[in-house]
């Protein structure tokens, strides 16, 4: 069984989740953690928690402002 992680309109599959991490996946697709919110059931998931096998998750882009 795999997993599937939604990013807009992308995508992506993994099929080996033994010990991945949110944060590993998100550094496999070459993203930083820190810029992006992860969503698995309507819950946001940390950095630290394990992919389970059949998960669907939402990838959504961390948008911030600053001051000029």
Do not use: C, W
Not at 7 to 15: A, V
Not at 16 to 34: G, H, S, Y
Not at 46 to 51: A, G, K, Q
């Amino acid at each position: 069984m795999s997993v599937k992680l939604l990013l807009r309109k992308q995508e992506f599959t993994f099929d080996d989740v033994i010990n991945l991490t949110v944060a590993k996946a998100l550094k496999q697709l070459d993203l930083i953690p820190e810029a992006y919110l992860v969503i698995r059931s309507g819950e946001m998931l940390t950095e630290h928690e394990l992919i389970r096998e059949g998960d669907v998750l939402r990838i959504i882009p961390v948008v911030s402002g600053g001051n000029e």
